[in-house]
T-cell receptor, first 110, second 119 residues
């Protein structure tokens, strides 16, 4: 079992839709959770960063962590074509290495 | 966010030659740098971790003599692909983690990536 699991998609939504991206993890020691956005042929860009359980909001983006179920989510409100990218969830293990999910490819159609 | 600059963004080289990729942290001190390889439609595969001033730690299956990593300063790490072959063609990405005012050291910032094509 991978330490971080993520549905690779692809996920296609119409412009303006609410997008829900999800990951599960198996290591209960994980404390920090990140969401990265990666455009084609570019390096990942850090979008959101959360610690432990709870919600964090930044503009149209909301990151949610539920440690009891080992479930992390990223919600995108009023999705735009410019949000089309691959979204990667990640968490650093105790050795400091980032453990990535497989990435979900999102396409927002105008 | 912090800025990590990776250069070059694209390189084409002949089989058998060596290629050097640079990764610089522009506005913070990178105590740790990571090098990843990414195949199309796949997630990032960690190749090695380097701490400033010490030898890199390579992941299982990664040839340390083929992928030479140097992290001589707190702002620069280099990856050299030696005796490159077509199967080394891939997207290589660095990331850096360190300390800067207001930032937690578990954040990692990525370079723009380097697309290597070996012909």
């Amino acid at each position: 079992q991978k330490e971080v699991e993520q549905d690779p998609g692809p996920l296609s939504v119409p412009e303006g839709a609410i997008v829900s991206l999800n990951c599960t993890y198996s290591n209960s020691a994980f404390q920090y959770f990140m969401w990265y956005r990666q455009y084609s042929r570019k390096g990942p860009e850090l979008l959101m960063y959360t610690y432990s359980s709870g919600n964090k909001e930044d503009g149209r983006f909301t990151a949610q962590v539920d440690k009891s179920s080992k479930y992390i989510s990223l919600f995108i409100r009023d999705s735009q074509p410019s949000d089309s990218a691959t979204y990667l969830c990640a968490s650093p293990n105790q050795g400091g290495k980032l453990i990535f999910g497989q990435g979900t490819e999102l396409s927002v159609k105008p | 966010g912090a800025v990590v600059s990776q250069h070059p963004s694209r390189v084409i080289c002949k089989s058998g030659t060596s290629v050097k990729i640079e990764c610089r942290s522009l506005d913070f001190q990178a105590t740790t740098m990571f090098w990843y390889r990414q195949f199309p439609k796949q997630s990032l595969m960690l190749m090695a971790t380097s701490n400033e001033g010490s030898k890199a730690t390579y992941e299982q299956g990664v040839e340390k003599d083929k992928f030479l990593i140097n992290h001589a300063s707190l702002t620069l790490s280099t990856l050299t692909v030696t005796s490159a072959h077509p199967e080394d063609s891939s997207f290589y990405i660095c990331s850096a983690r360190g300390f800067a005012q207001g930032r937690v050291n578990t954040e990692a910032f990525f370079g723009q990536g380097t697309r290597l094509t070996v012909v």
